[in-house]
């Protein structure tokens, strides 16, 4: 029987879901200790965070700054959605699944005049038409799109996108959830103004806060523009400067403090890159395996990302998600179900402390469990 550190007894199952998903028993261990939230020790454990997520996102580090922000990954989109947009401005949000129309939800409810470019679920975002667009509509000043829209599974274009949003001169903000961590990504390279990802998808620590990769000349303009007291992007932003690492109210303390240790782990892994390798291997070995099953994925290859991937419901009458899930829960997995209007989807993620044992487990469970070709 092939064991992974993750088949504790506290963990009947292994979460391939795209966040909160299975963590490492060190990253969990982590969080057993209380952290005062404004004492020198903490402070320092964030400012490290922060230096070490720059890092990793830049290649001109000096250029650009992180600020942590409490809550799940949305309440950061909403932050930099609602912080970094003149009461003037004008936000195209390009989009093709649930993620992206949350950012024109977002727009909508804080009264940010935008216009929605959207592909439908099952292509990529269409950067024709934002060319478009940009080019008859002068008053747009914010561009903002999903990198890998979870919905679907599906990779969007960013590079493309970005190059036509910056020989437009606009404000680029890249909601890099999913994939931040996981898939290499240069902010500087692309000039991307804004990226938000959070700490429980690719990074692998647990939930609690996101993180917003900025570039200092865009955010030093944002003083004062926030629709929001506690989501105030800009604000955070000075006391963490000020404060060498201080948050406005209360901090998540033990999430932070796991998240660190999760970082360590993606360096001793050897960084984004091998990360970016061992999805990869994954998501191919589950869909060869998947494929083998008789099973088919919604996206050609080319659009799938390597973090999460959407099956069509088996061609049978039979077929019910609700007891393919509890079976697979039974086989010591959890999977995730659909989200599109499109076709009847579920969806399997691969991130996490997820690892090709792991995968090659799943598929043996799920081939004991094809209840639709029994009779
Ligand atoms: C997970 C995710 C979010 C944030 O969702 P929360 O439920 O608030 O954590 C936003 N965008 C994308 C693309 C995501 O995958």
Redesign the pocket.
Known sequence: MTTTTNQLPDNPYLLLT??PLSTSKKVKAAMLRDWCTWDQDYNQLVQSIRSRLVTMASSKPDDYTTVLMQ?????C?ESVIGSVIPKEGKLLVLTNGA?GK?IAQMAEVLGIYSIVLDAGETKPVNVKQLEEVLKVDSSITHVAL?????TTGMINPIADAARIAKQYGKTLIV?A??SFGGIPIDVAALNIDYLIS?A??CIQGV?GF?FIIARKESLKACKGLSRSLSLDLYDQWETMEQGNGKWRYTSPTHTVRAFDQALQELEEEGGVARRFERFTRNQQTLVAGMQRLGLQTLLPSELQSPIITSFLYPDSPVFSFDEFYSRIKQEGFVIYPGKITAAATFRIGNIGDIHLPDIERLLAGIERQLFWKMS
């Open positions: 795209p966040g809550g799940s990954g949305t309440f989109v993620y949350r999903v990198h890998v829209e979870t909601d959830m999913s959070s429980n998808k939930p996101g």
